[in-house]
């Protein structure tokens, strides 16, 4: 009878090896085979990538209904083999960021009434990247320079850059390609003019004897021009027709639903999400055009794109937001022009204390404006090291309207009643309109017409009028 050949090779193995006792335990030596016999064994990891022709391809291309129809050519086709089978990977990439961007591209597309295909070209400028910055200063999705961009009302400082918001890119692109469609009256031709310029186009043409198609210009326009074009072709089949790839993407990327919040301040976003309890990394996605996670002076009223679960919380309380947004906590009182230091155990001096037991949904934020009193003051009188809270945790807060005996017997510090004249407040460190209001039981506009301020902006040793 004959011996397969794994009992023939195993067996071999094992008596080799049998002698090697300082490597492997002799008490073991079948087991000590197995493992080198299968590290002996190849591992491979492979991919299924099918195979396709030209012809197959054409007809696919044909029976596409796109509102910017092509005929394949050796050059498509190229790009199609090399984003298919040789850059699988780069596919891959722009796929599983598609879903991100794609639903807002094409309705931005369909309010210019442009072809929804174009879309594809921005996986052409920056591989769907809203950050990316090309060799000569291009930046953002659509990879704008500096100039152009501020044609299209995107501007840029040291910490805003424009160019990288998707929403104001996508509008500034559809304009310009827009334009360049009127220039040219061809699609083809008007992303040729997006990449290399109309002035280059425009010499195209005239070198070619006057043709207007993308391919009676293409040896006369830049090279990589020339190769622009396809490679976009090349995408808005690949992207059609990723089953017939097998280009599957098993976890796919989606955008987060967001709404848009104005705080009308200069912020920074670690306060923001310090303050509402946000998620950071979601603030930076949501909002790629701030580079330093800084919204400066000079762009206090650019609107914040913010998770839409967490909306109508700050917009219920987004007086104290963004009155606690420009205030640093400090651990001091400002008493005539002496600086008197308050310990947190001095701060925390049993008065009328409240024991408040956390509900779902609850953040410190909420809990300590429906208290009167600041986030900072619950984490010091709670000895917590973050803002995060869990439901039925039990805080302990000296209500901003009855404050601790300690606070009280500071008052004088920060307050004078004078009989013959109004009653006023000397603002402290860390103090906000909101939480003066509080402690007083006004409204922020009160304070505001008693004091005759235009503005939520108030600083340390500034007196009040409060009643």
Request: hydrophobic fraction near 35%.
């Amino acid at each position: 009878m004959k011996k397969s050949l794994s009992r023939i090779v195993v067996p071999a193995l094992i008596s080799c090896l049998l002698p090697l006792h300082q490597a492997f335990s002799q008490e073991e030596p079948l087991e000590a085979a197995n493992t080198i016999f299968e590290e002996l064994l190849p591992n491979y990891h492979y991919e299924y990538i099918p195979d396709f022709t030209y012809d197959q391809v054409a007809k696919r291309i044909k029976a596409m209904q796109t509102g910017m129809p092509f005929e394949l050519n050796d050059r498509i086709f190229s790009f199609i083999q090399y984003f298919t089978v040789r850059n699988r990977d780069y596919t891959k990439m722009v796929l599983a960021r598609k879903d991100k961007f794609f639903p807002m591209f094409e309705e931005t597309l369909l309010k210019h009434e442009m072809p929804t295909d174009i879309e594809y070209l921005s996986i052409i400028e920056s591989g769907l990247d809203p950050q990316i910055k090309s060799r000569v200063g291009a930046m953002g999705l659509w990879q704008f320079m500096p100039a152009t961009g501020r044609m299209y009302g995107m501007h840029v400082n040291s910490d805003i850059d424009d160019r990288m918001d998707p929403e104001l890119s996508t509008d500034a692109a559809a304009k310009y390609l827009k334009s360049l469609y009127r220039m040219f009256g061809n699609w083809e031709v008007a992303l040729a003019a997006y990449n290399c310029g109309p002035g280059n186009v425009r010499k195209a043409i005239r070198r070619s004897g006057g043709k207007t198609t993308f391919w009676g210009i293409y040896d006369y326009l830049p090279k990589e021009t020339r190769s622009y074009v396809p490679q976009f072709q090349a995408m808005l089949y690949i992207l059609n027709h990723l089953e017939e790839h097998n280009l599957i993407l098993e976890e796919p990327t989606y955008p987060i639903d967001y709404d848009k919040v104005r705080f009308d301040r200069a912020f920074s976003l670690e306060k923001l999400a310090e303050l509402t309890d946000l998620c950071l990394k979601d603030l930076e996605e949501l909002n790629p055009s701030i580079k330093h996670r800084s919204v400066p002076e000079s762009n206090r009223s650019m609107a914040i794109r913010v998770p839409k679960t967490k909306s109508i919380f700050l917009k219920e309380n987004l007086a104290w937001i963004s009155d606690s947004l420009g205030n640093k906590p400090n651990n001091v009182l400002l008493a005539s022009s002496q600086l008197i230091e308050v310990t947190p155990v001095e701060k925390a001096i049993s008065g009328n204390r409240i024991t408040y037991q956390v509900k779902s949904g609850d953040v410190l934020g909420s809990i300590a404006s429906r208290h009167g009193v600041s986030v900072t003051q619950v984490k010091e009188w709670n000895n917590l090291n973050s803002n995060l809270i869990k439901v039925g945790q039990t805080l302990y807060i000296y209500s901003g309207k009855s404050q601790p005996s300690t606070a009280s017997s500071n008052r004088s510090l920060a307050e004078n009643t004078n009989s013959s004249g109004p009653k006023t407040y000397t603002v402290k460190p860390g103090d906000s309109l909101w939480i003066i209001s509080q402690k007083h039981s006004l409204s922020v506009e009160q304070i505001k017409r008693l004091n005759n301020l235009n503005t939520n902006n108030i600083k340390p040793g500034q007196r009040l009028i409060i009643g």
